[in-house]
């Protein structure tokens, strides 16, 4: 670390009061002690034990998603409302389009090039046949764009359907900054408004007690880990899919970050919180208001920032299932028979980006939109069931990745955008 990053850190250091350093170390020292705690059930492997812990990560991911839907509705609206008649919305809009892009991109080119490297083989077909993964509905991706629009205005928050309440979002947001300025809609955003505060306070609440959880879902890890099974060239494909995770998320965003003059370690520091939600919930939209949280209280990532570009990003910035759904199609079609071309995976590239983008942000989500696609194609999938049970922690690390990629492409619009949405603010005042 440079002597200018050292003196910034000792400056934030020396500005902390006694009582926030001591509540500092108590909270680390919760997490510190949960996690071992964690471990050491797991290890212990007692059904009692895995039954309770069980139990709270259940807990936990339903408090998640129970906040999830409505910050992503609540943040979106209120956000587009207020930045819609200026061009902050669209400056904000077009850097986190650009960056969600150039990441997911970036994220299928990784996975591709260790997929040639190292180059998994074939599974042995009396291993491939005994595998089952249940009924497997011939979806097309036609059939998954569909299912984002809404034909009831309820029924998306119901089934937490992110995408489809994303478009609602965005409509109503739309609706109300475009609404002439009467009592009606100011009455209507500052109900929004209040609203989006309460949720702010319950995310407080659950951030509290928050090691409680990761006790549970490290748990449930370490059980998942002791009884899973890597067979072979299955293990060789477990191998590819981590290890471009791993590429993405130490090298591949960590330089993103330096292009833009960021500090990786400044920013995953303060992002923390939210990276080990992400792994242990493996839901990057129930990780949304810890996200939203870190980003805001410990990188003062501006509001108007982090309001429109995590719940955007929560749902079509996937890097870690842009590597999962190119590594994996291009394994099932090897073992189908189908030659693997340069111009097959190129195109599994841009197919992987779409479909990543298009992907909802909750567990397994990548590994059922693979299963379609790939029977959509005619090709066969019994080969999921040999992957489901290395695929728990599969899913841990590309959720981990998604919400740390999230992380990165907020700050990097932030950057961009430091100062320029308060000068549009001053002269849409001037304006009104």
């Not at 900054?177 to 309460?198: F, K, S």
């Not at 993405?248 to 080990?276: D, E, S, Y």
Request: aromatic share 8%; charged share 10%; glycine share 8%.
């Amino acid at each position: 670390m440079s002597k200018e990053n050292l003196s910034n850190v000792d400056a934030i250091r020396s500005s902390m009061s006694p009582q926030e350093q001591k509540r500092r170390f108590v909270n680390a020292a919760f997490y510190a002690v949960c996690l071992i705690a964690g471990i050491g059930f797991g290890f212990l492997n007692n059904e009692s034990v895995n039954q309770l812990m069980g139990f709270i990560a259940t807990v936990f991911t339903r408090l998640f998603s129970f906040i999830a839907v409505p910050i992503i509705a609540l943040a979106l609206i209120s956000t587009l409302a207020k930045l819609g008649k200026d061009s902050s919305s669209g400056r904000i809009f077009k850097h986190t389009i650009f960056y969600t892009l150039a990441t997911t991109i970036a994220a299928a080119v990784v996975g591709a090039a260790l997929y040639v490297i190292i180059a998994p083989g074939n599974v042995p077909a009396e291993i491939a046949g005994t595998a089952t993964v249940g009924d497997i509905k011939n979806v097309s991706y036609l059939d998954h764009i569909l299912s984002i629009i809404p034909n009831n205005i309820l029924q998306p928050f119901v089934s937490g359907n992110v995408l489809s309440v994303l478009i609602i979002a965005a409509a109503f947001g739309m609706a109300l900054a475009l609404m002439p300025a009467n009592a009606h809609r100011d009455g209507l955003l500052n109900t929004i408004l209040g609203l989006q505060d309460v949720l702010f306070m319950l995310i407080k609440w659950i951030i509290a007690i928050l090691p409680i959880g990761i006790m549970g879902f490290t748990a449930q890890l370490i059980t998942e880990l002791e009884h899973g099974v890597a067979l072979g060239s299955v293990g060789t494909y477990f191998g590819v899919v981590v290890g471009a995770n791993l590429i993405q998320a130490f090298i591949i965003l960590p330089l993103f970050l330096m292009m833009r003059g960021l500090n990786p370690f400044k920013v995953i520091r303060g992002m923390m919180p939210a990276v080990a939600v992400a792994f242990f919930s493996k839901s990057s939209a129930g990780t949304l208001p810890v996200t939203m949280n870190s980003a805001e209280n410990n990188l003062n990532i501006n509001p108007k920032v982090s309001r429109f570009v995590l719940p955007i990003c929560t749902t079509i910035n996937m890097n870690g299932c842009a590597g999962f759904i190119l590594i994996t199609s291009l394994f099932l079609m090897q073992n189908a028979g189908i030659e693997i071309t340069t111009g097959t995976i190129i195109a599994w590239i841009f197919i992987a980006t779409i479909a990543a983008v298009g992907n909802a942000g909750v567990p397994m989500g990548c590994y059922f939109l693979t299963i379609s696609l790939m029977s959509s194609m005619g090709v066969p999938v019994l080969l999921m069931g040999i992957i489901l049970p290395v695929y728990a922690v599969i899913d841990m690390i590309e959720t981990a990745v998604n919400v740390w990629s999230d992380s990165t492409v907020v700050n990097m619009v932030n950057k961009d955008l430091d100062g320029k949405l308060d000068e549009d603010e001053a002269k849409h005042s001037v304006a009104a």
